[in-house]
């Protein structure tokens, strides 16, 4: 158990429609990253998050948005949901927003768009 | 760019025999290199990392890596595979401090192995 939750476990939505991911970093831990996982892009980094501000974001499509809340945890927002948005999605924390913290990742979000 | 390779993307060894993942990275200054092993269902566990000095590293479970600034690559090694080490592994190189912290993945090699 690496500290680092997320909620739901599995979600099952159509296209068209709107989901909110939810992550809790590790205790202590300021940075949040987001991680999308699929079969055809691999692992990806889309956006991270250090004490409330975003700070680096990948190719992250702008119907994805995400924000960190005063108590840290972080929520990723999809809309328009789309065939090609069903992945994995994993938040990762860290206690600094350097490389060089080790990142925690939690058990994932694995979002099917029928 | 960054970026990084992982050229097998399906192993299969018989247990108890030797195991080596092979990991190569496109990055301008020294890199910091990772492996991390992903189980079926599980998020991705750090097994271990590489950002300067000894070049031989040592992570958990057994495994050790060397960085091989000459060959850009950054393989994964274990002497003898357990049935439980079935998973699959990425290599990951960290992005620079001005791109945040964000970790850049290769494909990822799935370990399948035998009795």
């Known amino acids: 158990d690496s500290g680092v939750t997320q909620t739901p476990k599995h979600l099952i939505t159509a296209t068209g429609q709107r989901v909110t991911l939810r992550c809790s970093p590790r205790s202590g831990d300021l940075s949040v990253y987001w991680y999308q996982q699929s079969l055809d892009q691999g692992l990806q980094f889309l956006i991270q998050?250090?004490?409330?501000?975003?700070?680096a974001k990948g190719n992250i499509l702008e119907r994805f948005s995400a924000q960190q809340f005063p108590d840290l945890h972080s929520e990723l927002n999809l809309s328009s949901l789309e065939l090609g948005d069903s992945a994995l999605y994993f938040c990762?924390?860290?206690?600094?927003?350097?490389?060089?913290?080790?990142?925690?990742f939690g058990p994932g979000t694995r979002l099917t768009v029928l | 760019a960054q970026s990084v390779t992982q050229p097998d993307i399906h192993i299969t060894v018989s247990e108890g025999a030797s195991l080596e993942l092979r990991c190569n990275y496109s990055?301008?200054?020294?890199?910091?290199l990772f492996w991390y092993v992903q189980s079926p269902g599980q998020g991705l566990q750090l097994l271990l990392k590489y950002f300067s000095g000894d070049t031989l590293v040592q992570g958990i479970k057994g495994f050790e890596a060397e960085f091989k600034r000459s060959q850009s690559s950054f393989n994964l090694r274990k002497p003898s595979v357990h049935w439980s080490d079935a998973a699959e592994y990425f290599c990951a190189v960290g992005a620079p401090q001005n791109q945040g912290g964000k970790l850049i993945f290769g494909q990822g090699t799935e370990l399948s192995v035998k009795p």
């Open positions: 990055y301008g200054a020294t890199p910091y």
């Open positions: 998050y250090y004490n409330g501000e975003e700070r």
């Open positions: 990762a924390s860290s206690v600094g927003r350097g490389v060089v913290w080790e990142q925690f």
